[in-house]
T-cell receptor, first 118, second 116 residues
Framework: AQTVTQSQPEMSVQEAETVTLSCTYD???????LFWYKQPPSRQMILVIR??????QNATENRFSVNFQKAAKSFSLKISDSQLGDTAMYFC???????????????FGEGTQLTVNP | DVKVTQSSRYLVKRTGEKVFLECVQD?????MFWYRQDPGLGLRLIYF???????EKGDIPEGYSVSREKKERFSLILESASTNQTSMYLC???????????????FGPGTRLTVL
């Protein structure tokens, strides 16, 4: 079974600064995917960024980037130039690669509540 | 535009009642999921379905059942609601298969269920 751990229940950052959210996971799988999801106060969860384990290059989406360390089983999210709209709960999630005939299920971490202060 | 809807945003039920939570997606997705979200525990998978009439237990299926009679609709059923089932319930859907881009899960807005 896979486990995902987010050790920072709450974080805060000043607007325009950079913040890094931590995530570690435990798995015996070699082929898998990692995700960061964002849940703003309105509650609709949205995907922020994803990383395929077979790719060594870290994923980047505009102001969001990850630091993927496969050997250390670490997957942190960096938010640059933080904006007030980044205030949300952030969840790290793991998905192992599955065959097409079965479902693709996510295992989530506990979440980190990020507050961006003006 | 991708859309997952849930029948209620807030629901209050009494202990022992049978509760139905409905989820509908309009993206023709094969996979559908039910999670519950609790503070400090993140999201935990209750059940998922990868095709009509197909279902698999997630990590915490006890006290719940599901129904998927049509591709677009996935129902979560609490046969006899209990106070420890007070929680936020999130539905999600995704395409199934390759390439990995299809594995993104799209979430509904959630139902806050209170069992008194």
């Amino acid at each position: 079974a896979q486990t995902v751990t987010q050790s920072q229940p709450e974080m805060s950052v000043q607007e325009a600064e950079t913040v890094t959210l931590s995530c570690t996971y435990d798995t015996s799988e070699n082929n898998y995917y990692l995700f960061w999801y964002k849940q703003p106060p309105s509650r609709q969860m949205i995907l922020v960024i994803r990383q395929e384990a077979y790719k060594q290059q870290n994923a980047t989406e505009n102001r969001f980037s990850v630091n993927f360390q496969k050997a250390a089983k670490s997957f942190s999210l960096k938010i640059s130039d933080s904006q007030l709209g980044d205030t949300a709960m952030y969840f790290c999630a793991f998905m192992k690669h599955v065959e097409e005939t079965s479902g693709s299920r996510l295992t989530f971490g506990e979440g980190t509540q990020l507050t961006v202060n003006p | 535009d991708v859309k997952v809807t849930q029948s209620s945003r807030y629901l209050v039920k009494r202990t022992g009642e049978k509760v139905f939570l409905e989820c509908v997606q309009d993206m023709d997705h094969e996979n559908m999921f039910w999670y519950r979200q609790d503070p400090g525990l993140g999201l935990r998978l209750i059940y998922f379905s990868y095709d009509v009439k197909m279902k698999e237990k997630g990590d915490i299926p006890e006290g719940y059942s599901v129904s998927r009679e049509k591709k677009e609709r996935f129902s979560l059923i609490l046969e006899s609601a209990s106070t420890n089932q007070t929680s936020m319930y999130l539905c999600a859907s995704s395409l199934r298969g390759w390439p990995p881009n299809y594995y993104e899960q799209f979430f509904g807005p959630g139902t806050r269920l209170t069992v008194l």
